[in-house]
């Protein structure tokens, strides 16, 4: 998980997702340049998955992040951002990926997904011998999603941050809005180039 702040807003991102946007450009980019340079025009047409893949790559995996600031959480997911201000906050778990819970109902992050097998292990990799020791405590037992090391764990470890800092301060929970927005715009894009991509390939000579 990356971060960009210095104050606030602090932007968290996955870094494995993002890894993945950047790998399906790369093959999005050789599959045009290949049509591209294809004997026949009527491949041309075919252009439409790579710009599908590309769309759906930026959408799912390269937009999603996690905003943090003094007032409030907003999971940028694909589909639909979600603004949870603190005072609607009743708790942050990570089993699947960093998820805030509130009165209302619960909102996933995919912008912070928990580790998989190999994620958990590079994480515990990187704990310090007594900081293992702790973790096998019975009192102090961490999911893999709350390791450090791991996007959900990261994540989760700033929102906590901001959400302590604001209990300080005197916050109290309290009925406040969560405002969801959605992305017509990207539904739109993504759904119309897939529909394309696939009407190409289904009537391909």
Same mark, same amino acid.
């Given at each position: 998980?990356? $971060?960009?702040?210095?104050?606030?807003?602090?932007?968290?991102?996955?870094?494995?997702?993002?890894?993945?946007?950047?790998?399906?450009?790369?093959?999005?980019?050789?599959?045009?340049?290949?049509?591209?340079?294809?004997?026949?025009?009527?491949?041309?047409? @075919?252009?439409? @998955?790579?710009?599908?893949?590309?769309?759906?790559?930026?959408?799912?995996?390269?937009?999603?992040?996690? @905003?943090?600031?003094?007032?409030?959480?907003?999971?940028?997911? !694909?589909?639909?951002?979600?603004?949870?201000?603190?005072?609607?906050?009743?708790?942050?778990?990570?089993?699947?990926?960093?998820?805030?819970?509130?009165?209302?109902?619960?909102?996933?992050?995919?912008?912070?997904?928990?580790? =998989?097998?190999? =994620?958990?292990?590079?994480?515990?990799?990187?704990?310090?011998?007594?900081?293992?020791?702790?973790?096998?405590?019975?009192?102090?037992?961490?999911?893999?999603?709350?390791?450090?090391?791991?996007?959900?764990?990261?994540?989760? $470890?700033?929102?906590?941050?901001?959400?302590?800092?604001?209990?300080?301060? =005197?916050?109290?929970?309290?009925?406040?809005?969560?405002?969801?927005?959605?992305?017509?715009?990207?539904?739109? !894009?993504?759904?119309?180039?897939?529909?394309?991509?696939?009407?190409?390939?289904?009537?391909?000579?």
């Amino acid at each position: 998980m990356s $971060a960009r702040g210095g104050g606030k807003p602090v932007i968290v991102w996955s870094r494995f997702n993002r890894g993945v946007a950047i790998a399906a450009w790369v093959f999005s980019a050789v599959i045009a340049i290949s049509l591209l340079f294809a004997p026949d025009a009527r491949y041309l047409t @075919v252009l439409a @998955v790579p710009v599908a893949l590309s769309l759906l790559a930026w959408a799912i995996y390269w937009r999603p992040r996690v @905003v943090v600031d003094g007032e409030a959480v907003e999971l940028v997911n !694909a589909t639909r951002s979600v603004r949870i201000p603190w005072e609607a906050v009743t708790g942050v778990t990570t089993r699947f990926a960093l998820t805030i819970s509130t009165e209302k109902g619960r909102y996933p992050a995919t912008g912070a997904p928990a580790p =998989g097998a190999y =994620g958990t292990y590079a994480a515990n990799r990187e704990l310090s011998r007594d900081v293992r020791e702790r973790a096998v405590r019975p009192d102090s037992y961490r999911q893999s999603g709350e390791l450090e090391g791991t996007d959900s764990g990261e994540a989760s $470890a700033v929102v906590l941050q901001h959400w302590d800092a604001w209990s300080r301060a =005197g916050g109290r929970r309290g009925p406040a809005p969560v405002v969801v927005t959605w992305h017509p715009t990207a539904i739109g !894009a993504t759904t119309a180039a897939t529909a394309l991509a696939v009407l190409a390939l289904i009537t391909l000579p």
